[in-house]
């Protein structure tokens, strides 16, 4: 008996998956198919798929092509599968040839032509679900944005605006965006989300006007400068049922859930000190080094130091200190904020003309987690513990420049209109403003204005 073996998502089925699994199933006498999970698809970077996986395997079982359906959600399964159930020939579409040709080594490998014209996304387009975005601000992080995002199912970036026309227009031809517009209101109109990458004491005043037009809006950090302002804002998008996401990276990161699932469950015991770090030696001449009202170590990093002391410790700190190292023009060089919490000390440190060293490290009463630099885009943690040689190591891939599970979060909330955020709540993000605005308050009477 000849046995076939191939795999996919199959999501949103349709007439290219049929015809491939009857292609694949005529290669032999009986047809395995393996069915990816939601997991290994985040991980290797195919995000926001519509199908739950349940009706994905229903799906492949209705065509009746199928002997045996297995799922699919590791790296170097497929090895393991052709072993396990000894096949003699793999195959997948064509547009994976040459990708798979290692398996040769296990069993034949057979690339089916692809069929033409007919694909999820472009179903996931005709049924509206695809989510356009616009690009406020068109400076250093934007294109990172746009080429993170075509790896996201159902976001399409479609415009892009920046008051500055010519570097708009420039934006626009090098991507080759759909559209061009250099008016506001009509570049709303163009767009279902925003996503806003512009100076940060613009930040504010785009999300406002994003959320007055009826758009979902994902902002850089820092949102605002101000708690009142976070609230306002916050509210706002709920009371419009919109959807309003902070964009710290690292929280979005698949290993970031990792280390605050294995930093609760007890494993270190009870979490007496977190220490976050996060540095980098500024350009000359840049917004870091030079814009002493708006930007600096702790504006530019400090969220970050703050995300998993939040996460882990909660927002009702009993008290917290923030010291700065000033640079030129008082702007701050390096800054620590020290969170006082019952049982607890937490440290944000933030670097922008200081280097340190940008690790993690969440220590507790039976031992520590370890995220070596850079913490914020990390894909492997450690625990460790008093006997040097006990290493527990685990790991969390991820793909691209990491932005993309940020959007891919973005997108997720906007579609499922009643999931409930935990990754960066809204509450988590306010209680960083109400941080920033203390050290706001310090720069001015620094500053002396
Ligand atoms: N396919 C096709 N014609 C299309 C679209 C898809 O023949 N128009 C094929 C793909 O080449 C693949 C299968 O249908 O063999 C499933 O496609 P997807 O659901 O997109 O899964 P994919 O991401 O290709 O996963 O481990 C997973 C595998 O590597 C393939």
Request: hydrophobic residues 35%.
């Amino acid at each position: 008996m000849k046995k076939v073996i191939t795999y996919g998502s199959f999501d949103l089925f349709h007439e290219g998956h049929y015809k491939l699994l009857k292609r694949a199933k005529a290669l032999g006498d009986y047809l395995i198919v393996g069915v990816t999970t939601e997991h290994f698809d985040t991980m290797r970077g195919k995000l926001n798929l519509v199908d739950p996986i349940m009706t994905r395997i229903e799906n492949v079982k209705a065509t009746g092509f199928a002997d045996e359906i297995i799922v699919e959600d590791h790296d170097g399964q497929k090895i393991e599968d052709i072993q396990k159930y000894d096949c003699d020939i793999f195959t997948v579409g064509s547009d994976w040839t040459g990708k798979f040709d290692y398996l040769n080594a296990y069993c034949k490998v057979v690339y089916l032509e692809r069929t033409p014209d007919i694909s999820s996304s472009l179903i996931r387009r005709e049924i509206g679900t695809v989510v356009r975005i616009g690009i406020i601000g068109t400076g250093r992080v934007a294109p990172r944005f746009f080429e993170e995002s075509s790896y996201v199912s159902g976001a399409e970036v479609v415009a892009a605006y920046n008051p500055d026309v010519e570097s708009a227009k420039e934006f626009n031809d090098t991507y080759q965006l759909p559209t061009y517009v250099d008016d506001f209101d009509t570049f709303l109109d163009k767009v279902d989300a925003l996503y806003v990458a512009s100076p940060n004491e613009t930040h504010a005043d785009y999300v406002r006007k994003g959320l007055e037009a009826g758009k979902h809006v994902l902002c850089e950090k820092p949102m605002t400068f101000t708690y009142d302002e976070a609230k306002e804002l916050y509210d706002m998008a709920k009371s419009k049922g919109l959807k309003l996401m902070e964009g710290i990276r690292a929280a979005y990161l698949p290993v970031f859930q990792q280390i605050l699932s294995t930093a609760k469950d007890g494993t270190i015991g009870k979490i007496c000190s977190i220490e976050a770090c996060f540095s980098r030696l500024p350009q000359i001449g840049s917004r870091e080094q030079c814009d002493y009202k708006y930007s600096g170590a702790f504006l530019e990093y400090g969220s970050y130091g703050m995300l998993p002391i939040f996460k882990l410790l909660g927002v009702d700190y009993n008290d917290v200190e923030i010291d700065s190292i000033l640079g030129e023009n008082k702007i701050d060089i390096y800054t620590e904020a020290r969170f006082k919490y019952d049982g607890c000390i937490a440290t944000a440190k933030a670097g922008a003309g200081v280097k340190t060293e940008g690790h993690l490290i969440i220590s507790g009463t039976k031992g520590y987690i370890l995220v070596s630099s850079p913490w914020w885009l990390a894909d492997s943690f450690e625990v460790r513990y008093e006997d040097p040689n006990r290493i527990e190591r685990h790991r969390a891939e991820f793909q691209g420049g990491g932005f993309r599970y940020e959007i891919s979060e973005f997108i997720s909330k906007i579609k499922d209109t009643n999931g409930k955020e935990y990754k960066l709540t809204a509450g988590e993000s306010r209680a960083m403003a109400r941080v920033i605005e203390k050290f706001m308050e310090q720069r001015k009477q620094i500053q002396g204005e």
